[in-house]
């Protein structure tokens, strides 16, 4: 979820906003954002269908697919493909951690959506939707930013799949024990195709953290203007 150089500014989004009441349909035209409460002990950022399916294999219950409703105040909305925890019970319960800059540590804010099919063995980069708020230069390099990382992400974790990685980083990451990347033995051949590929990601990943600092700027700019 985080670029590895700036983290966004990122908070839960009001479930009245009136940016939410007018994107949300855009987002999944037939179910309406709820409110689910934060577990009492999250697992970690990134890893949220491996989490609840280590919650799942614990306690039962069943995987909630949909989209995770953020926002950069004033900026834009992002929905970000998530998954919950159905306990066997009925109850609603997110248990991945968010990011450090949402100050809204009691729920968050999602739209159910079963349309995306997702495999815990093969690669799950989905593309998180954008609505900016008003036409800015700075949200368009942004958002232009995160699509060329998330097609990147998308074909290094293909081309790992082709060569046998089955997700046991995010498996282990979500049961929280390490992984050692080298226990996984990759032929030259994967060296040589994944390199021009990693060389793409990391240049957007450049390009998203500059992106993120200049939206940053701006609001600090606003802020001592009085905005």
């Known amino acids: 979820m985080s670029n590895g150089y700036e983290t966004p500014s990122y908070e839960t989004i009001r479930i009245d906003h009136p940016k939410l009441r007018k994107f949300a349909p855009l987002i999944s035209p037939k179910a309406k954002p709820i409110k689910v409460k934060m577990s ?3 697992r970690p950022e990134g ?4 989490n609840v399916a280590e919650e799942i294999e614990a306690h039962g219950g069943v995987p909630i697919y949909g989209w995770q409703i953020m926002y950069w105040p004033k900026r834009f909305i992002e ?3 998530h998954a ?3 306990m066997p019970d009925g109850t609603l319960v997110d248990v991945t951690a968010k990011y450090e ?3 809204v540590k009691s729920h968050t804010v999602f739209i159910p959506d079963d349309r995306i099919t997702i495999s815990l063995e093969k690669p799950c980069f989905v593309q998180s939707k954008h609505f900016p708020f008003k036409d800015e230069p700075a949200i368009t390099e942004l958002i232009s930013a995160y699509r060329n990382k998330n097609i990147a992400e998308r074909a290094m974790a293909e081309l ?3 060569y046998g ?3 046991q980083g995010q498996k282990a990451t979500a049961k929280g024990v390490s992984f ?3 226990s996984i033995q990759f032929p030259l051949d994967f060296q040589r195709e994944i390199a021009p590929i990693h060389a793409t990601f990391q240049n957007a990943m450049n390009q998203l953290g500059t992106a993120i600092r200049r939206v940053k700027a701006l609001d600090a700019a606003n802020t001592r203007g009085g905005a």
């Open 40 to 42: 009492d002990k999250l």
């Open 47 to 50: 890893c949220c269908y491996w």
């Open 79 to 81: 929905a970000m493909h």
């Open 84 to 86: 919950i925890w159905k």
């Open 101 to 103: 800059s949402d100050p």
């Open 160 to 162: 790992s799949y082709k």
């Open 165 to 167: 990685y089955r997700n």
């Open 180 to 182: 050692n990347p080298s």
